[in-house]
């Protein structure tokens, strides 16, 4: 027997604003970061529905608030379909440009707050278990560095403290922040020091040395966003 | 006059096995759904009001907070990648997990590398992941208990649960709080679960010195300290 509480859920309408703010940011992060280029043609609502778990009316809503941002367009007839576009200021300038200095900096310090004290707690709790997804990210990085890589690798660092919390609020900087963060520092030299740093994290954690573990951390998020605000600075309003 | 752990032994050991109960229940629902040759997401609906009852009613309601079936990579003929996964929700009503699960769009989600996963996939009978944050499913820190589930002895893929910690806590805290302090539950690595005493809490780690007694049949241990703190 089923509980009548149960049937219910058959029928209950389903949330779906959180999962079309959740396929439109995807896509939009996709398309600023370049993994979605100019002109590309997106698979078919169906396809594209089945792959991002969603239903096709969610889908649909989020292809409408992507046309609305002029991210996204829609031909009809043959050879029609959705398609990406790239718009001139989508890239790293753009959503600079959204934020003022003040916000950049506000974000950097609530930012190095939580991967500090995260980083700090994870030297004190963590084990073998804890480390061996630290590990395996930092040699997939190794090979293709990315920002979804990086993401993840700065998730399970906050997981390895323990705390929901922590890692909930992580989460949610990455969401904000995370790609631009890494976008800022996607030179070579930028990218040669990031790796640096993340080894000194998870070497840190490793020795349960709490207080480096922390420093290390704080000092990646401020290095990150150091470079970020420089180039804030240099964007003519 | 000597406390004798017997009880909070076997109050932990049957409230795991309860849960480890419901989670084979879904392996037997699973290997039934599971018997077309090439079997697609949609046979697997038919374990949902199985996953909706243990989520909403009995006393295992209270404890178990997502229940389902992971697919092993490959065994459905329509999704490389699947979870049967349904959770409860403030609303009472349970909800499916919706993930992306493709890992070459999205890094989070290769789930072969759990513990929940890997566990089962080596024939473990009973695995219990964590306390661990999980940040795939629930945000919660959480214990993650599952079995293998296997059809015409190939391994398809794991039935599991997860409990949050606080839930499995307040479970056993009474036994646990007859015992002296400091009296705690660990698992196979020594990170706390349990605990009567503040000095351990759930998520440190214990790395030997006091008396360990396992748990019969299940990967934790009940570790006692001297009477006086």
Known sequence: MVSSGARLAVFSPVDSTARVEAVVRRLADAIVLGLL????????????????GVSTVTLREALM???QRGLVETRRGRGGGSFVRVPPDSGLEGRLRGLTVAELRDVSDHYAAIAGAAARLAAGRSLPSDLAPLRRSLDEMAGCPSPRLDGRFHIEVAAASQSARLTQEEIRLQADIGPLLWLSRDTPEGQDE????????????????GDQARLVAERHVLDATDHLIELRLRLQD | MITSAAPALSRVHDVTEEVFAAIREVRDATVAALAPERPLVADLAALRPL???????????ALIAGIGFIAAPGL?????????????HPSGQPRQLLRDLDPASSAFYDYTHWEWFTGPRVGRERTICGPYVDYLCTDEYSLTLSVPVTVGGAFAGAAAADVFVRNFEAAVAPALRELPKPAFLINAEGRVVASNSARWL???VYRGG????????L??????????E
């Not at chain 1, 590309?40 to 991002?52: G, T």
């Not at chain 2, 996953?51 to 309601?61: F, H, I, K, N, V």
């Not at chain 2, 459905?76 to 409860?88: G, I, T």
């Not at chain 2, 006091?210 to 049949?217: D, E, Q, R």
Request: hydrophobic residues 45%.
């Open chain 2, 51 to 61: 996953l909706w009852s243990r989520l909403t009613t009995g006393p295992l309601a």
């Open chain 2, 210 to 217: 006091l008396a360990v007694t396992p748990v019969p049949g």
């Open chain 1, 65 to 67: 608030a992507l046309r």
């Open chain 1, 37 to 52: 280029t100019d002109g590309e043609q997106l698979p078919s609502e169906a396809e594209l529905a089945a792959r991002l």
């Open chain 1, 194 to 209: 990031m790796a640096k740093q993340h080894q000194a994290i998870v070497e840190a954690i490793e020795r349960g040395d």
């Open chain 2, 202 to 204: 759930s998520g440190s």
């Open chain 2, 76 to 88: 459905l003929a329509d999704a490389p990648w699947y979870l049967e996964w349904w959770q409860q």
């Open chain 2, 219 to 228: 990967d934790l241990s009940l570790v006692q300290g001297p009477a006086a």
